[in-house]
């Protein structure tokens, strides 16, 4: 009880300060598991919380900081960052940074002036890619604000601090420097391991298992949740749900477990199990568009039309703009278009394909890495016979993430339909890899 | 069974046991078998006929048993002609049945018996024969369209054994009754003051019209929770209704005690029978809710008439007044009344109650699916959707199959526009119980929030079919219908429906919008009428009536039904404690008050009225247009020409609002011209 209370005090304050900080997704996701510990668990965590309130109240932050706070809620980046900038230590006062050592305001102030002007420039960076490329265009263009950010971060404090450390990772990962960014990535988790976005970033680099065990990693809980979401995107399905068993010992109400572990038996294609977990979880929140994109394709694949339809409506209910969502109206007109050719207690099916298609562009337009869009985009490609651009979706999934059997199988059958059984067959095996 | 020499009657008798036991047991073609060859054995002994026939009743060879009970003469016994009547009641040879059980006078056969009940009240052990007797016969009569005759019977039935749920079920569900009937039936049961739960339940699902008063109340004492006097008088009583029941489940078997030719087990399986082939029965409750929701899309279906508009306008009298409140009136539908005044049910109710009812503690049924369904009900009649949707999810979570709970369920669905929630659920249904009449009506509600009303017409009719006393269906059918201007198939299906639920008002109600609606004003107020004596809280027939008076010209008359109208809106709101003012479903008639009131000369109250239409719906171009219409009457041109601005601002194209304000914009600067005059004359 003691450990789930120290726990609690933990999430408590990591919540506080990744709000603080503006990594809004990791702080969700530290609530999520903080909501999940066993209901005693906040009985013994008032004092540690009291101290951790105190000392907040001795060192408020500055109103300069509150104000650039405010803007970078509202996704005004640049103005936030210039706001900070007389707060923030800039890289020519690294050593008066220095002094004033990891946390507290200065360093608070540098990270999220650094974190402003990165995600300013990925703001500009997805405008440009709109405006240069049509949807299927290759036209890459980077972050122009990598190389102030980089100046910015080159100072003592974000050698230490864990934020900091964070944020060099992500601009490594930009510049390409894969070795690097593991190495600041997992130093910045093992410095403050309740930062979600941290691992996630480091999850990212993991093309193997191996690379996963040379990682230098700390003796904490959120290294077990860590290596099963690594399981999971790795595809070792089985030790990924043992791992997750640990986790779930510890925070036995958090729906993050239980997604991961709807997830896991998704891909183990052990549908009974993940629709259970994915139907508990919509009960229990039924406006969760997270991993819902799985349990449409679940249903999809059991057919249960009046379930998608719902679960369809449902988010398009919530909120429409987000990939997840286009990706589950994609797949209910899709499944429509089929239903159609059955039955057709709806009438009017024409063309239903086509909005299926134009759902999964939507869902990519809105998030361009979102492979399995891009896979089902391939699908509906292949059902409307138009092969190269199916070839063309399943080559983009692949790119995302080479890991995905069903992309590189699709690309393997879109081949076959072309009748080039050679090209058919070296996809094929890639998909067995 | 080494020892062949058991003596026949030993093996008969072992024989019996077994059948019985496989009955009880769901074995039915063992039973068969066996109780083919004791017959044999026993050389047809009426006990062991009765026994195969029974066995041939719950293995569904119907004909097999009426024929088998009518080759050996064996009709004598009134078990025996009860068990065959059942047989060709379930192969639909309703005539037959009448021919076995031997017609009589409703009243009679209850003044004859009467000492029956007693004893069987007084046992509290099973439900009289004779009173399942006559519930058979209201059937045939019923099946055979003989509605008055069935309502005697199932009355007689009642009056036999009040325990006899399911001749209630059939008066309430098919609205054989109006709601004053059911009411003094229920309060002339011959319940003792032990019973006085079961009395409360009888009333509380009763027809919800006139019951302000009590009805919260009896709902209040069924669901508190027990004292220990009322929970040993519930107890006692529905321990029998228990034994019944699980003996119902387990077709008779468990009656076994009463041996081969099972005296007391006879009625049981019957009652099962009777169950498993009106699965229906209990759903068709609450027409009331089920419709209505006509749609604003008459506002566009209705197109707006500029040539009698200003004609009208020039005139003083917008012919579009009546129009605007006739096509919102259909909005609001009918609510099933709050009501006011219904001070007057309350008194009979208290002094009729059994024993004086005063019972300190309540029921402890709060969280039986019956309370709940009554409760859902009453709170979808007095509006509250919202709360009655709620109310009904979590009953329908916990037992998804609690067939009373559907109607309000869905009735509040549509009305909350929860189309969604409707899907999900009609899928399942249809899935599930294809051959229900509740299912295919969920998926025309479906449609009806969809606004796809062909389809919902399809599916409502399907219900229809599937089962004629649908009520609910037969009402959507008629909204559905109307929803699309199509008056004369709508009438037709209102009409159906007022002629299958006598108790009713919504068809008739119905019907008087058609005519109204086809400018047929005579037919139209007798039917409003009708349906006023049949519910006289409805807001809705107090709104319809004075649109109606409205449009003959009796404004005074218009304006006193508007303003019941709207008090009964109020009472209902002021209950349902949500907002004031009863809701955007008084919108209308406040908007109809106006013009009545404008008609009158009465201009601060017509412009009171509109203000609070308002407030309501305050984007309404047409509201805005009749205030600045009293305005300008009544002389105030300036602020007119505002309120013109307003009306023509969120609608440009309104062409009564463009003529008017040149008129106005005229008349103002007549009168600035007029007091310059003045001014410079001086």
Redesign the interface.
Known sequence: MADAAARFAELSAAAAELTDRGLTAAAKWATEMLCGLPPGAAAGAAELLAVDAAARAADPDPPTLLLARACFSDREYARAAHLLAHLAPGPHSGALGGKAAAAGAPAKALFLRAYSLYLAGEQRREADRVQKSGLLGAAQSANPQLGAVEALLDCRTAEVDPFCLYLRGLVAVDRGRDDDARRLLSASASAYPCNWAAWQALLALCPDLDTLGALPLPAHWARDAFLAAACLELQHNAEALSRLQVVNQLFPGSDWVTAAAAAAHYSMRNFEEAQRLYEDLLARDPHRIEGMDAYSNILYVKEA???L??LA??VA?SDRYRPESCCIIGNYYSLKARAGAICCPFGGFAGQHERAVEYFRRALRLSRRYQSAWTLMGHEYVELKNAPAAIDAYRQAIEVSPRDYRAWYGLGQTYELLGMPYYALHYYRRGID | MGAPAAGPAAHAASLRALVQDCIAKHLYGTAVFFADKLVSLTDYGAGDVFLLAQTYYVSHQFRRAAMLLRQHGLMEDVRFRYLAAKCFAEVGEWDEVLALLADGEPDDLAASQSDAPAAAAAAGREIATPSAVCLLRGRAYEALDNRAAAAQWYRAALSLDPFCEEALSALLDHHLLTNAEELALVDGLPLGPEHRWLWLLYRCRCKKYNQAACMEQQLAELEAPCSSGAAAAVAAAAAPAGDGDFARRAGAGAAGAAGGAGTAGVLQPSAQRQQAATPSAAQQRRQQLSHQRQPPSQQQSQPQQPATQRKAAAAGTPARDTRTARRAGTKQQPQPPGAAAAGAAAAPASALAPAGGASPGGCGLGSNTGVVACRAEWLHHQGRHEECYALTERALERDPYATECLPPHLASALALGR??EL??RS??LV?EYPDSALSWFSVGCYYMAARHFEAARRHFSKATALDRNSAHAWVGFGHAFAAQDESDQALAAYRTAARLFPGLHTPVLGMGMEYSRMNNLGLAERLFHAAHKLCPEDPLVAHEIGVLEYRNGRYALAERWLRTALAHHAARGGSGGGGGGGGPAAEASLLALGHARRKLGDYPGAIEAYRGALAIAPNAASTHAAVAFALQLSGDAAGAVREYHVALGLRPDDTFAQEMLGEALREECERAAGEAEDGLGF
Do not use: G, I, T, V
């Open positions: 039309f009046a379930a339809s719902h409506h449902r209910a | 189309k969604n899907f999900l899928h399942q899935e």
